[in-house]
């Protein structure tokens, strides 16, 4: 139990749509990441949030885009849709964003993009 | 660039150790981590090792870490069927924020 849960845990969409998908993080956790993982393969960094702010972003479109709030929610939004984009969606949260600060992951959503 | 390699699978006899390999590229990380991730669930750190470091025991998992090879590889003694799992390697990225690069993973699969 890491204390980071995601919702919803499975989401079915069509392409061209838009989705959020929402974190709530550990309180005290003032660090967010989200991780894309297709299948057979390792996670790849979307973004890190730190304090509200984007502070770090991987090889994604910024049709990729996020929020993370006060109350240690965050939310990850994907627009126009594509089949690609299907994956398992992971946010991690940390006390700090410096380099190896411990990361605590959710069991993320699994997306489908049809 | 930034990649971490692992073999794709490997299979152990109950009670055997199992060795998983992973190999990276960023001489600049700072840690080196093993996750494992069962079906329908998330990652769970298993253990980590500074770079700085040879190797790291803990309870039945050893990490060694061949810095100058980027060699890293993660060691479970008398392997349960409780262990069959993907295991994946990552690697901290040293460019200023806390991002992981994780291998494509390993699947342990452990028979009687």
């Known amino acids: 139990e890491t204390g980071v849960t995601q919702s919803p845990t499975h989401l079915i969409k069509t392409r061209g749509q838009q989705v959020t998908l929402r974190c709530s993080s550990q309180s005290g956790h003032n660090t967010v990441s989200w991780y894309q993982q297709a299948l057979g393969q390792g996670p790849q960094f979307i973004f890190q949030y730190y304090r509200e702010e984007e502070n770090g972003r991987g090889n994604f479109p910024p049709r990729f885009s996020g929020l993370q709030f006060p109350n240690y929610s965050s939310e990850l939004n994907v627009n126009a849709l594509e089949l690609d984009d299907s994956a398992l969606y992971l946010c991690a949260s940390s006390i700090d964003r410096v380099e190896g600060e411990k990361l605590f992951f959710g069991s993320g959503t699994q997306l489908s993009v049809l | 660039g930034e990649d971490v390699e692992q073999s794709l699978f490997l299979s152990v006899r109950e009670g055997d150790s199992s060795v998983i390999n992973c190999t990276y590229t960023d001489s600049s990380s700072t840690y080196l981590y093993w996750y494992k991730q069962e079906p329908g669930a998330g990652l769970q750190l298993l253990t980590y090792?500074?770079?700085?470091?040879d190797m790291k025991q803990d309870q039945r998992l050893t990490v060694l870490l061949n810095k100058k090879d980027k060699h890293l590889s993660l060691r479970i003694a008398d392997t349960q069927t409780g262990d069959s799992a993907i295991y994946f390697c990552a690697e901290t990225f040293s460019g200023g924020y806390n991002k992981l690069i994780f291998g494509a993973g390993t699947r342990l699969a452990v028979h009687p």
């Open positions: 090792i500074f770079s700085n470091m």
